[in-house]
Nanobody, 127 residues
Framework: QVQLVESGGGLVQAGGSLRLSCAAS????????MGWFRQAPGKEREFVAA????????YYTDSVKGRFTISRDNAKNSVYLQMNSLKPEDTAVYYC????????????????????WGQGTQVTVAS
């Protein structure tokens, strides 16, 4: 059984920073591409960032490039999202997701590839 638990969300002023964490309960964490998605009120869930097991390959949606950084610590079965220069439009529930779909260890922004999802953590950026 795979369980993902996000933490680190909260309220921050525009221009501020937050670091989200996702703790994964998995047996073979290295087999998972990990991603972050977000869903704003009234909007569809959208891709934010993804990282393969080694951390050598990452991908970001255009709106967060240069501001957000995804990373992972396989020894801790954790993935992180460092969010800097936050904007009000970043306000959303952020979800950690694991991609165990074949082929493994590839970058994907396709929500359908992700098999496992956390419950989400709220990020609110005040204007």
């Amino acid at each position: 059984q795979v369980q993902l638990v996000e933490s680190g969300g909260g309220l921050v002023q525009a221009g501020g920073s937050l670091r989200l964490s996702c703790a994964a309960s998995v047996r073979t964490f290295s087999e998972y591409t990990m991603g972050w998605f977000r869903q704003a009120p009234g909007k569809e869930r959208e891709f934010v960032a993804a990282i393969i097991w080694s951390g050598l390959s990452t991908y970001y949606t255009d709106s967060v490039k240069g501001r957000f950084t995804i990373s992972r610590d396989n020894a801790k079965n954790s993935v992180y999202l460092q969010m800097n220069s936050l904007k009000p439009e970043d306000t959303a529930v952020y979800y950690c997701a694991g991609d165990h779909t074949y082929p493994r260890n590839i970058i994907s922004y396709n929500r359908e590839r992700y098999d496992f999802w956390g419950q989400g953590t709220q990020v609110t950026v005040a204007s």
